[in-house]
C-alpha cells in the first residue's frame, strides 16, 4: 500500500507560500498522510541543518559535500521523523499501547513520542544493542524487552507478543507513515540547496548522489519518493541517484545487488555495527534495488574496520562526533570517490543519520530491563511452544504496578513489598486525582490504593478507573485501614480483585 495525493493542488502551495511557514517536517503536512502538527507530540522534529564539509572537499579534491545533520533531531537521529508521524497517526486512531522492535534508534524515538502521546510502548531489543540505547529508552518509560537472539528473531518475537494480546504492532517500512515520514529528508535537502546554490527561497535543487547507511532501508526508500513528487510537481529537474552502503556483515542488499539477484536471501549479521544489523531485508530491497537500477546508483558494503577510521577521521577533521551507523556512509562515501563513481563536479548529500547520547547509569540502575531468552526452539517461526514459552516469561517478568496513598512512608513500603517478590516497575500516586494523571502516561497491570484520601477518595477513584473504558481491564487491590460497611464492601466486590487491612 502506497499513500498518492493531489500534487497538482499541491504545487502553487508550497511554490508561493511555503518560506512562510515554519521550519519542522510539518511544513509539507500537505504530503503526509496524517493531519498534524498535534502539539501534544511535536518536538519541533525536522528541518535539520544542511551543513557544507570543506574539510573532506579538501581532502577528496572533491567539490560539493553536504550532509544532513540528522544528529540535531529530538532523540538525535533520522528516526525523529519516522516516530514523529507514525505515533501522531497512532494517536489519531486511538491507539493507547504500541509493540516495536528496533536496532536502537527508532526505539528511543518511538519511546519519547510515545511518552508525549500517553501511549504505552512494549520496546524488543537485541541484547547486542548498547545499554545506553535502552536506558534512553526506558527513561521514556517504556517497557524495554531485551531479546536474546538478532534482530530478525526479536521481530518475529515482537510480533507474536503483539498478536497475543491485541496490541499494535509497527510495521516500520512497510507502514505508510513510516516510510511517507522520510520523503521530508528528500524535501528538505531540495529547498535547502536552493538556498545553498543562489539564496533565493523557492528554488529547489536535487543533488547528483544522496548517500546513506542502510539496516531495514525506510530512509532511501523515503527520500527517493520525496524525490519523485517534487519531480512530478515540476520543482526539481531530475531525480539524485542513490549511494547504498552496508556494513559487509550484514549485507544481504549489497550481496543481492551483486549477484544480479531481484530477492535478498537473509543473512546472520556478523558486524560491530548493531543499528545496522538488519539480516531480511524483505520489500525494502526490491525497492531499492528498482531505485538504485533506474538511476545508476551504488549499493556497496564497508568493513567494520574503514568504518572506525572514518569515524575518527570525521571527529578529527570535521569536528563531528557521529555514530558508527553514520561512519559506515562516510566510509562508503570515501570508497565511491576514490572508485570514480561519483564523478567530480557531482553534488554529494550524506545523511548523518544519528548521535547516541548517554543515559547516565545511575538514574535507573538495570532494574528497567526485562530479558526475553530465545532458546533453540523458540527460534525456529515453526515452533509455536518454543515461542509461547519465552512469551510466558516475559509475562512472569513484568508487571507495572500504581501505588496510591497519600501517606509517603505506606508508599514505600508498599514498593520495598513489591520489589521483594519481583523486579515489579513501581509508579505512585498521592492523591486519586495524581494517580489518573499517572494513568494517562503509564498504564498499569495491577493498582494497589488506599481508600481513605483527601480530595477524591479511594472509591471515588475506583469507579473512575471502571468507568474508562480504558483503564477498566485494570485489576485493583485496595489497602485500607478503616472498617469497612457493608455498602463498602458490596461496591469492593464488584470492581476489585482484593481487600487488604493496614497493619495485618
Known sequence: MDARYD??????????????????????????????????????????PLIRLYHYERMFAHPHIYIKDERQGPTSSFKDRQAAVAVTALKQAGIKECVLASTGNAG????????????????????????????????????????????????????????????????????????????????????????????????????????????????????????????????????????????????????????????????????????????????????????VLSNDGAMIAVEDGETFAAMRRLASTAGLSVEPATAVAFAGLERLLYDGIIELGETVVVNCSGHTFPAESHVLGDQYLLNLELDAQAKHAESSDGLAAALQSLDEQVTTVLVVDDNADDRRLMRRLLRAHKNYRVFEASS?????????????????????????????????????????????????????????????????????????
Not at 502551495?13 to 511535536?42: C, F, H, K, M
Not at 494517580?435 to 477524591?456: F, G, Q
Open 432 to 504: 486519586g486525582r495524581e494517580a489518573l494523571k499517572v494513568m494517562e502516561e503509564h498504564l498499569p497491570d495491577l493498582i494497589i490504593s488506599d481508600l481513605s484520601m483527601p480530595e477524591m477518595d479511594g472509591m471515588t477513584l475506583i469507579e473512575q478507573i471502571k468507568w474508562n473504558p480504558d483503564t477498566a481491564h485494570i485489576p485493583v487491590v485496595v489497602v485500607s485501614a478503616k472498617s469497612l460497611t457493608p455498602q463498602d464492601m458490596t461496591l469492593l466486590d464488584r470492581y476489585t480483585e482484593s481487600v487488604w487491612s493496614k497493619g495485618e
Open 7 to 48: 500534487y497538482a493542488s499541491v504545487r502553487p502551495q508550497w511554490v508561493n507560500g511555503l518560506a512562510e511557514r515554519p521550519t519542522s517536517l510539518w511544513r509539507y503536512a500537505e504530503l503526509l498522510p496524517v493531519e498534524g502538527p498535534d502539539p501534544d507530540i511535536s518536538l519541533y522534529e525536522g528541518f535539520t
Open 108 to 291: 528511543a524515538a518511538y519511546a519519547a513520542y510515545c511518552a508525549r502521546a500517553g501511549i504505552k510502548l512494549w520496546l524488543f531489543l537485541t541484547h547486542v544493542v548498547p545499554s545506553e540505547k535502552m536506558r534512553e529508552a526506558a527513561l521514556y518509560g517504556a517497557e524495554v524487552v531485551k531479546v536474546s537472539g538478532t534482530y530478525d528473531e526479536a521481530k518475529k518475537v515482537a510480533a507474536e507478543f503483539a498478536r497475543q494480546k491485541n496490541i499494535h504492532f509497527d510495521l516500520g517500512a512497510r507502514a505508510v507513515p513510516g516510510k511517507e515520514s522520510m520523503k521530508t529528508l528528500g524535501f528538505e535537502i531540495a529547498e535547502q540547496l536552493g538556498l545553498a546554490f543562489d539564496g533565493a527561497a523557492g528554488h529547489w535543487v536535487a543533488p547528483d548522489w544522496y548517500v546513506q547507511a542502510v539496516s531495514g532501508g525506510i530512509g532511501p526508500l523515503g527520500v527517493w519518493k520525496g524525490f519523485e513528487e517534487l519531480y512530478q510537481m515540476g520543482l526539481v529537474d531530475k531525480m539524485p541517484r542513490l549511494g547504498i552502503i552496508q556494513a559487509a556483515g550484514c549485507a544481504p542488499m549489497v550481496q543481492a545487488f551483486a549477484a544480479g539477484s531481484a530477492q535478498a536471501d537473509p543473512v546472520t549479521p556478523r558486524t560491530l555495527i548493531h543499528v545496522l544489523a538488519t539480516g531480511n531485508p524483505g520489500l525494502s530491497y526490491v525497492k531499492l534495488r528498482e531505485a
